[in-house]
């Protein structure tokens, strides 16, 4: 089965709203329409940013998506500084990043809480990139692949076999976020793999030949062939490449196949 790639920038905590406006428009001159019969692209701006993005994006009907860097388990109520789902799919988001190592790093969110924002976000018809990835301890020690596959476990736990079939994954190796040193192509492809057999186990056959696993560290324009050519790997979640318009456009085109 052919999976079509998703490229997903990560803005994390940078662009204010004027400049997610700015970056959007140039994103969109920079990468031609037809691109996107080959590639989906969407961007993941900061919370404050979502209106202005919905709003080019619907204005100049643009096929590029957007989505959150985060989101509640709760749908409303008293928890302070949260954002829910019903939020989010009003502002017309199409993905939401659950379980990013920078959350569940700073903010001490484990398996359990992940995988209840997952069935939130699917309950709210949008599409949860769930994050996992190792240390380099963990890597160091050769247990990679062991550990991804139990925080796939922990974060896909009470998934109906319907929800799984909606899903995308991202395998971020710590070591490899913002620090240059990018996973080699067999690296990201042998635990993207190990991911799409666990799936065939949890899930179905079918639901794994059809899910989207994607690489994320350290991707860039120069580097996204190699990676999209594991046949395993099916895109990349992008933090600093996507904060360039041109860098991004090229990285979404060289995914796509292109340029061309
Ligand atoms: O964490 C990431 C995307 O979610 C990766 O970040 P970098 O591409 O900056 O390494």
């Known amino acids: 089965m052919t999976r079509k790639p998703l490229i997903a920038g990560n803005w994390k905590m940078n662009m204010n709203h004027l400049e997610s406006i700015a970056l959007v428009q140039k994103i969109a001159f920079a990468l031609p329409e037809k691109y996107y019969a080959k590639v989906d692209v969407t961007v993941i701006p900061p919370f404050t940013d979502l209106r202005s993005v919905q709003q080019i994006v619907d204005s100049d009907k643009l096929k590029l998506r957007y989505g959150a860097q985060d989101m509640s388990e709760h749908d409303s109520g008293a928890y302070t500084g949260d954002i829910s789902g019903p939020m989010l799919a009003k502002l017309g988001c199409t993905f939401v990043v659950v379980g990013h190592s920078e959350r569940r790093t700073y903010h001490y969110e484990d398996d359990a809480v992940v995988a209840r924002k ?98 994320g560290g350290s991707v860039t324009s120069k580097n996204i062939a190699s990676i999209v050519a594991e046949s395993d790997v099916d895109g990349a979640l992008v933090g600093g490449a996507s904060l360039k318009s041109d860098e991004f456009a090229q990285l979404c085109a060289v995914a796509a196949g292109g340029p061309f």
Not at 135 to 147: C, F, P, S, T
Not at 171 to 193: F, L, M, N, R
Request: charged share 25%; net charge negative; hydrophobic share 45%.
């Open 118 to 215: 997952a069935k939130a976000a699917l309950k709210h018809g949008i599409t949860p990139i769930i994050c996992i990835g190792e240390g380099l301890d963990i890597r160091e020690a050769g247990d990679h692949v062991d550990y991804n596959i139990n925080q796939l476990r922990g974060s896909l736990d009470g998934l109906t076999q319907k929800e799984l079939a909606k899903i995308v994954i991202a395998y971020e190796p710590v070591w490899a976020i913002g620090t240059g040193k990018v996973a080699s192509a067999a690296d990201a492809q042998e635990v993207c793999a190990a991911i799409r057999s666990e799936l065939s186990r949890i899930a179905s056959p079918e639901t794994a030949a059809k899910t989207r696993v994607l690489y």
